[in-house]
Every structure is written in C-alpha cells, then in structure tokens.
C-alpha cells in the first residue's frame, strides 16, 4: 500500500497580499474596529453587490445578533427557521426570548420548504429567517412574497452564500437584512469574521447606534450631535483592524478564489454522476433561478448506516469527509420546547448528508483520489 498524505475537508489559506495588509495595519496605528480596512470592506461591499449600509462584524453569529436587536424582537414573537442549519441562526433570535419555529427542509434539498412555511404564520410572527444552504437559494419568490403578505421581516442567513444569486440578484441583499460569514470554513475567510447587509433603508441608522454600542457616536462624529452620549442597547459588533486586512486581501481576489472553488465543485458533480444514475446517491440540485458559489459539495447517502460505513472507509485512506447539521428540533437544548411537528426532510439530511472537501488548495491529483475513492466505497454496494 502506497503511503498517502491526509486529505482535510477543509485548509485555512493565504491567497496573496494577506500578511502585508496586517503588518500595515499595525504600522498605521490603528487596530480597533472602523479604521482603513474596515472601511475598505465596507466600500468593497457597498460597489460590488449596491449595499448602503454593510457593517463588518466578528463573525456572522455576531450579525445575527445584531440583526435581532436591530429587528426589536422581544421575548414571546416567534421567529420561523429551518430546522436545518447551525445554531447560530437559531440562538441570535433565542437570545431576545423569541419562540422558535422550525421549520422543514424541502425534500429534494436541504433548504427550508417555503411552501410548507405559510400555516407556521401566526399574529406573533415577526421574521422568517431562511438559509442558502450550500450557496444555493432558498424559494424566495415564495418566502419575499410570505414576508410582504404577513409583514413580517425576511432575514437570510447568507453565511454560505457569497457570490451566489437568485434571478442574478446576490443573496443576502434581498431580504430585510442579510448576513454574510468570512469564517474560516467558509469560501472568503478571515478566521473569523461576518457582514450584515442592511436591505432596509429605515433600518441602517438604527444599526449604526447599535454598532457602536448603543451611541451617537457617527452623528456626534459628523457634528450633527455635540455630545457623545449612550441613546440605545447596543454592543460590541465591529472586529478589529487585523481581521478587515485579513479579509480585504481575499476579497481582492474573490474572482480567483470563486473559479476555483467552482472548479472543484463542477468536477464532483461530473464525475459523480454515474453513481447518481445508478440510483446509489444524490448530488447537490441547483434550485430554478439559483446558482452554485460552489461553497458545499454533498451527497446524500441512503441511510445513516451507509453515510457512517462511507466516511470510515474515505477516513481509512486518509480523506476527511463531514456530515452536516444536526436538526435543532431534536437538539438535547430544544428538544424539550419543540411543538412536536415532524421534520422529516431536516431529519434526512442531518441523517444522511455528507460532504467532500472542498478549498482553495485542493489540488487535481487529491480531488482524484477522493472521486475515487468515493466511487471504490459505491461500486462494493450493489
Ligand atoms: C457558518 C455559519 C454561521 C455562523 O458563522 P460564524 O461566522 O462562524 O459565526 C451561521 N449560519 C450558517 C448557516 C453557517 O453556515
């Protein structure tokens, strides 16, 4: 047996001007939140998807949560979600005592079932908060209308979703708000880092005082206050210096790094395929409308057995495959609170949904040996 080095599923990554931009942060004497970088990530933002309003975070938790404040979510308004998805998108609104309602996955793709969403609608609903998952959009012709309909604000959790678009429109900039991950898993990353993207232009002062941690600190800045006072809750949102040169190094190449992203994605898709014909396993589909940032190639295994035996077999020939979310209805935290509706679909893919590595650095000759042995495991199973 020939000696074979480790395949992670995922590898933190210099794509160019990374160290450089720090070592002038520091030299520029600025290292708190809000200096030269940060602006320069805002501006990135502001040209490149039309965002007024981008507020650079310390990860997407973190916009999350200052989406929660910002939308007043007061303990007892219930905030529909998928049960499919990370805690975070959960906790942000949990935090403020909401009532969480989750809600299914479609049964053809982890995203939330916007159709199935409308009888979860009560007085009391104040948002929905829908997830990209794997970059791929969400029903928003469905979940934009719902939100018009019942006014309820429309948040997308778009920390997977950078770059992708809905009707050629980029998500995140859709919704009410929309937050944006630069985590280090994720396609442009920072280690840890997050946007929120302010849709709502009767939002963006508001969020502003509560991003400077509940004062007037922008209007006293631009003389149009001449004391510098606390006027609301707030907290600390902003990351410092280091992470925003970090990231605008990335983003200047985000072309280079999304083509080979995509690369890599479009590969598995097509040379996968075969064991998808034969009815062995499903791959990723691209909703109507949709597109792939390829941030997430997956497959659906048949059963739980079957995804366990599949990453044991790649881990044996030193290739790093993960599942995925575990379904928060069923969490040991929420379990207890939950109405007791089934979430089969959301059960599925916690159950059976696994994912091949994909970043930057992956080479051609390592993705090969993971098409391959992927496709070893599928051709053992008749
Ligand atoms: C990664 C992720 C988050 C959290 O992002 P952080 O920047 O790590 O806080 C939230 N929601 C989803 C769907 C994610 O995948």
New binding site residues.
Partial sequence: MSFSTQIPFNKPFLIGKEMEYIRRAVESGQLSGGGFFTEAVHQFFQKRYALHQPLLTT??????ELAALLLDIQPGDEVILPAF??V??ANAFALRGAKLVFADSQPDHPNIDAIQLERLITPRTRAIVC?H?AGMACDLETLLALAKQYNIALIE?A??AIESTWKGKQLGTLGTLG?F???E??NIMAG???LLCINDKHLTQHARIIYDKGTNRQAFLHGQANKYEWIALGSSFAPSELIAAYLLAQLEEIEKIQTQRLTIWNRYQNELQDIEKSGKIQLPKIPQHATSNGHIFYLICHSASERKQLIAYCAEKNIQLTFHYQSLHQSPYFAQQHDGRKLPNADQFSQCLVRLPVFYELRAEEQTRVIEAVSSFYKSKN
């Avoid at 990860?59 to 999350?64: F, P, V, Y």
């Fill in positions: 990860s997407c938790t973190d916009a999350l998805t990370y975070s998108t997830v998952y959790d920390a997977h937050t991950s630069f985590h898993t994720k840890e880092g997050g």
